[in-house]
């Protein structure tokens, strides 16, 4: 009988992640996959889409090049190098990944593995014919791109995530579903390549989830780089429009309106790979669609946890790896390391957004009086340097004890910067305590330290708001 300690479903960030800190507790563990490792994140979302953002930015970036007094002349850009290089970077890390599974000792399992009633009172997980069996068990399957229940899904020019990676060219025109992280980074990539692109969002503004005035902004960043939006458009159906074209019908103000691409991205979220992961019987409590867990990620089997994508909420790699590390720490009775409940998130735009805590508005709806700070990047030097787009950095804090609530940011490197807040909300820092620190100069990162003295209306580089004066 093949045992082990932990069994590990799904090499994604969050599995591979949870399986490594099992192998560093002492734990003989194994973890089935049945693609390659990294899951979603690594080949065929987080990375590569990062990546193709790069490429096609600096592509952009080059034809602007006269703003700072270089010319170029003839800048073009090679597709198929573009994929190449973005898959260059997924088997790099990939690689990397075998290599810290081998490294820990950690056995590989390819195939599917689906999770089997108790035997005896030890998890039991099958792959193909064979089945291993685990005192513990971490279900970290992960998810798979939504479809959309409307005719013509099933067309060969509707694709989501995965076909339009699988394309070997640009789109001369993209018609994009849905206004979210996703919709809005491949609206990114491929308005930067020149491609005509348009976004249909059934809710009333793009990035919906964010605060307002990052998605106002964002919507009037993409409409002056030609992407063409439209809100509140509710689609009803695709249909094959001939000179190889294909065509989304959608509800707009009363009116049936129309646009038209090469292709049609179907990007209206993720949903839970379930089907198949549980044999009859062995099914855990469920939340609609989603793995029911508690605080730790114990299903209601002894025994088996559940991580990531499958139990709902904020659908991030990080997110994910956080979830793995707290559930092998329950597994090993050892305290946490990581507060899972505040997870920062980035858009990978030009000019890039992160949010984590609390918006102004939530915070309201929560019954909670705030204080805000607020500063304009484009007093920033740095960001005069580089000449950005128009962007801010907002610091929401508690009124009275000034603790960080939350931030919302939108400007160069703001996925990089946002982990300042992050650490200043999970460890209850106030306002005085963050500015404790002296920010170096010229950066992007001096613009947090104005948007947090613009609390008490004593930022150095912004026009005071007359009632503070």
């Given at each position: 009988m093949d045992k082990y300690d932990l069994i590990v479903i799904g090499a994604g960030p969050g599995g591979y992640v949870a399986a490594i800190r099992g192998a560093q507790k002492g734990l003989n563990v194994a973890v089935v996959e049945a693609d390659r490792v990294g899951g979603t994140c690594l080949n065929r979302g987080c990375i590569p889409t990062k990546a193709m953002i790069h490429a096609s930015s600096l592509y952009r970036e080059m034809q602007k090049g006269e703003r700072f007094g270089v010319y170029a002349e003839g800048v073009s850009f090679d597709y198929g190098k573009i994929c190449d290089y973005k898959q260059e970077t997924v088997d790099s890390l990939v690689g990397g990944v075998e290599q810290l599974l081998k490294g820990n000792r950690i056995?590989?399992?390819?195939?599917?593995?689906?999770?089997?009633?108790?035997?005896?009172?030890?998890?039991?997980?099958?792959?193909?014919?064979?089945?291993?069996?685990?005192?513990?068990?971490i279900l970290a399957a992960g998810s798979k791109p939504a479809s959309l229940p409307v005719e013509g899904t099933d067309l060969t020019k509707v694709i989501n995530s995965d076909g339009l990676f699988a394309l070997d060219h640009a789109?001369?025109?993209?018609?994009?579903?849905?206004?979210?992280v996703i919709g809005v980074e491949f609206a990114t990539v491929f308005s930067n390549l020149g491609s005509e692109v348009t976004i249909l969002e059934a809710l009333p503004k793009i990035l919906d989830n964010f605060d307002k005035e990052i998605s106002q902004n964002l919507k009037m960043i993409l409409k002056k780089r030609g992407v063409d939006i439209h809100t509140s458009a509710m689609v009803s159906r695709f249909e094959d429009a001939g000179d190889d074209k294909v065509t989304a019908f959608y509800e707009e103000k009363g009116k049936e309106q129309s646009a038209s691409g090469d292709y049609i991205l179907v990007a209206a979220g993720?949903?839970?790979?379930?089907?198949?992961?549980?044999?009859?019987?062995?099914?855990?409590?469920?939340?609609?669609?989603?793995?029911?867990?508690?605080?730790?990620?114990?299903?209601s089997i002894h025994g088996v946890y559940a991580i990531g994508d499958l139990i709902g909420g904020i659908q991030l790699a990080h997110a994910a790896s956080a979830h793995?590390?707290?559930?092998?720490?329950?597994?090993?009775?050892?305290?946490?390391?990581?507060?899972?409940?505040?997870?920062?998130?980035?858009?990978?735009?030009?000019?890039?957004?992160?949010?984590?805590?609390?918006?102004e508005a939530q915070a309201k709806d929560q019954g909670i009086d705030v204080i805000t700070g607020k500063f304009i990047m484009s007093a920033n030097g740095k960001s005069l340097i580089t000449k950005e787009e128009r962007g801010f950095i907002k610091v929401v804090a508690e009124a009275g004890s000034e603790k960080i609530l939350g931030a919302q940011m939108m400007c160069a490197r703001a996925t990089d910067m946002i982990g300042e807040f992050t650490t200043a909300i999970v460890n209850d820092l106030t306002v005085p305590d963050m500015l404790r620190s002296i920010m170096s100069h010229p950066t992007y990162s001096?613009?947090?330290?104005?948007?947090?003295?613009?609390?008490?209306?004593?930022?150095?580089?912004?026009?005071?708001?007359?009632?503070?004066?």
């Open positions: 056995t590989v399992i390819q195939g599917r593995g689906v999770l089997l009633p108790p035997e005896d009172g030890v998890n039991a997980v099958s792959v193909g014919e064979d089945v291993y069996y685990a005192d513990n068990v789109p001369k025109q993209l018609v994009i579903i849905g206004g979210g993720r949903r839970p790979v379930t089907e198949g992961l549980f044999a009859e019987d062995a099914e855990p409590e469920m939340n609609g669609r989603y793995v029911k867990v508690d605080d730790a990620f114990r299903t793995g590390i707290r559930a092998v720490e329950a597994i090993c009775d050892s305290s946490g390391t990581q507060n899972v409940s505040v997870v920062p998130a980035g858009v990978y735009t030009d000019p890039e957004i992160a949010i984590v805590g609390l918006t001096e613009g947090i330290g104005e948007a947090l003295e613009d609390v008490h209306g004593m930022s150095l580089h912004t026009v005071p708001r007359p009632s503070r004066r």
